[in-house]
């Protein structure tokens, strides 16, 4: 158990921007999480996925948020035209859920911290 | 849609007193209720869980009582050490609409030697 790993650990952009996150879970976890977080808050639920379909997205996300898992691994999350409303920190976590399986704990990585100027 | 209430921070203790966090929850059906917590410099991890009506889930000296009937889920610790300093999240996955876990604001403790 290597962990959830996360790709950058800092990321500074000029708004407007795109930019783009990587997330690689515990290799045998099929879900796959992207929560965001800000200074004082609990983490904001964003979009999962279950092997690579992707089963649920916040009606809060804009539509400049995009995430993937292609092959069911690894997973990245795009932010087009970046706003400073979007600086965060970006938290991706993943589980092991089998059929109705809710009770399953999560695992978080680091995170990647954005800041827009 | 689900929620999480939890009371506000921070805490402030001294080293060996008694510590309650409140948590309270709206869902529907029977969602399973949890803490994280996030030590200084790390990231979030699993403290505790209950799954079901009147479990109790415990580690590290914590507790928390799974209480339908409240619709709570409350943290103790009988006495608390300067290493407790952290962040604690209370959070619920809920069994219907979805397998996403809903997360707290957060309090945060302090606990003075």
């Known amino acids: 158990d290597t962990g959830v790993s996360q790709d950058p650990r800092h990321k500074i952009t000029k708004r407007g921007q795109n930019v783009t996150f990587r997330c690689d879970p515990i290799s045998e976890h099929n879900r796959l999480y992207w929560y965001r977080q800000t200074l004082g808050q609990g983490p904001e639920f964003l979009t999962y996925?279950?092997?690579?379909?992707?089963?649920?997205k916040s009606r809060l996300l804009s539509d400049r948020f995009s995430a993937e898992r292609p092959k069911g691994s690894f997973s990245t999350l795009e932010i087009q035209r970046t706003e400073q409303g979007d600086s965060a920190m970006y938290l991706c976590?993943?589980?092991?859920?089998?059929?109705?399986?809710?009770?399953?704990?999560?695992?978080f990585g680091n995170g990647t911290r954005l800041t827009v100027t | 849609g689900n929620s999480v209430t939890q009371m506000e921070g921070p805490v402030t203790l001294s080293e060996e007193a008694f510590l309650t966090i409140n948590c309270t929850y709206t869902a529907t059906g029977y969602p399973s209720l949890f803490w994280y917590v996030q030590y200084p410099g790390e990231g979030l991890q699993l403290l505790l869980k209950a799954t079901k009506a009147d479990d109790k889930g415990s580690n590290k000296g914590f507790e928390a009582t799974y209480r339908k009937e409240t619709t709570s889920f409350h943290l103790e610790k009988g006495s608390v050490q300067v290493s407790d300093s952290a962040v604690y999240f209370c959070a619920l996955t809920g069994n219907t609409g979805g397998f996403k876990t809903i997360f707290g604001a957060g309090t945060r403790l302090f606990v003075k030697a």
């Open positions: 976590a993943s589980s092991l859920g089998e059929g109705g399986n809710y009770n399953s704990p999560l695992h």
């Open positions: 996925f279950q092997n690579e379909a992707q089963l649920e």
